[in-house]
């Protein structure tokens, strides 16, 4: 008996997630094929028997004390997967916004006297620095995160491990004040097209994992991730139109 089944998963949160529960439905004795995905979350089986949600359950259980479960189809509503979108639950955004202020108001205080442009290159570059750290502490999770609605990873998976890597450059570009013509086109291109993405992931109303701090933090695709990606393609535009 070759038997496919599929069941809805709660607590998947990053590549590491799904690999442990392949390995964990692996092991089952019953369980000939297992696929795990994270967006949608789910686990599809072959099976030699009809397994139920109780089953699935109880084989999971052992995981991080119980985190992954089946969402039973006995249950009115399924936990929720995301945080409320509200002060709080972007506090992580906040803080780093405050010291990347911080760090422009040092340094206008050092010179003296503050430039826009200048303002505008140590944000870019800090965002691009800090943003990037975040997300290669989990590379393989924030790609599969990234993968969920970014336009380009959605064609192309490997652009998902790759662009930690592009904020990486673009931020220590424009720290070292390097070619900033180039760096600030390429920055309104790569932008503008993650604000494409993002701007169809909230208008489809679907409950999405924000990837702009990679896995670290558990944050819901909302409208400040579009102020963030607009904000960034707009200074890189700014930037272009301001003399050097």
Not at 128 to 139: P, T, V
Not at 144 to 169: C, H, N, Q, T
Not at 215 to 233: A, R
């Amino acid at each position: 008996m070759n038997l496919p089944q599929t069941f809805p998963l709660v607590g998947l949160s990053c590549g590491s997630c799904v690999a442990k529960i392949t390995t964990r439905l692996q092991q089952h004795p019953d369980i000939a094929e297992v696929t795990v995905t994270l967006d949608p979350s789910e686990a599809r089986i072959r099976t030699s028997t009809a397994l139920s949600d109780a089953d699935m359950n109880a084989w999971l259980a052992p995981l991080d004390n119980g985190r992954y479960h089946v969402v039973e189809t006995s249950m009115d509503a399924a936990p929720p997967a995301l945080p409320q979108k509200n002060a709080q639950t972007y506090r992580p955004l906040i803080i780093l916004l405050a010291y990347l202020l911080a760090i422009i108001a040092a340094s206008a205080w050092a010179q003296g006297s503050f430039h826009l442009g200048e303002a505008m290159r140590l944000f870019m570059g800090g965002f691009f620095i800090a943003f990037s750290f975040f997300k290669l502490l989990d590379l393989r999770g924030f790609a599969d995160a990234y993968r969920s609605y970014d336009l380009v990873a959605k064609a192309i998976p490997a652009y998902g491990f790759v662009y930690p890597f592009i904020e990486l450059g673009l931020g220590l570009a424009y720290l070292a004040n390097v070619q900033p013509t180039v760096v600030n086109a390429v920055t309104a291109l790569v932008m503008a097209v993650s604000l494409l993405g993002v701007l169809q992931a909230v208008l489809s109303k679907k409950t999405i994992r924000c990837a702009c701090l990679g896995t670290v933090f558990n944050l819901p695709m909302s409208t400040v991730t579009i102020i963030e990606d607009g904000l960034m393609v707009l200074m890189a535009i700014a930037a272009l139109l301001l003399p050097h």
